[in-house]
């Protein structure tokens, strides 16, 4: 089964599950899979499909840009397809470095403005897969995902600020975003663009 998007076809593969509802996804080789229970009918498939081409849209656009991410080097929110290296080693020691040492400074920072929070949580970095940052209430320890490094350092402020809050907050109340506000206003944006 195939799908037309903007001129282009797309694969759909279906997925028949034990499962009440229908959901639609695009994974990274850009096939739209549908999870649904085993009695849904073809013609109810297509159906679907063609109501929801927008969103899937969406979806492929999304899946794109990440491709395009992977095939490309990113520094602090600034891309190039091409980089010179002596060795891969160096390289990676270098980043290594660079890393620590802005994420550290920029914790750092932030953390000596924030008044609420008294005693400073432990800071951790290291790769996540789907989440920015992760502040563990047990042993008071803000951990960033290494990744960070990829973007600017408003969003890495961000997401440091984030987890500050939950120091004080540990949830997503308004009283947790009033206080993200107080020490990065334009935190809507910035969320809106690490999620694209």
């Known amino acids: 089964m195939f799908i037309e998007i903007n001129g282009k076809n797309y694969p759909v593969e279906i997925i028949k ?15 739209i899979k549908i999870t649904t229970n085993y009695f849904t009918s073809k013609k109810y498939i297509s159906r679907l499909l063609e109501e929801n ?8 656009n999304r899946q794109l840009k990440r491709k395009e991410k992977c095939n490309t080097f990113f520094y602090l929110g600034k891309s190039d397809d091409k ?15 660079q890393i620590n040492e802005i994420f550290s400074e920029r914790y750092n ?47 890495l402020d961000y997401v440091i600020v984030h987890e500050l809050s939950h120091v004080i907050h540990f949830n997503h109340s308004s009283e947790f975003w009033n206080l993200v506000s107080k020490y990065c206003p334009e935190y809507k944006r910035i969320r809106k663009e690490l999620k694209e």
């Not at 599950?17 to 096939?31: A, G, S």
């Not at 980089?83 to 470095?97: A, D, S």
């Open 17 to 31: 599950k034990n499962n009440k509802n229908t959901y639609i996804r695009v994974d990274e080789n850009l096939v």
């Open 53 to 60: 081409k927008k969103s899937i849209e969406k979806m492929l």
């Open 83 to 97: 980089i010179y290296i002596p060795n891969i080693n160096k390289f990676n020691k270098w980043y290594k470095n």
């Open 109 to 155: 920072i932030i953390f000596n403005k924030f008044t609420e929070v008294s005693n400073c949580p432990i800071l951790k970095i290291r790769t996540m897969k789907t989440r920015w940052g992760v502040y563990n209430k047990l042993r008071h320890s803000v951990t960033l995902n290494s990744r960070l490094i990829e973007y600017s350092i408003e969003k």
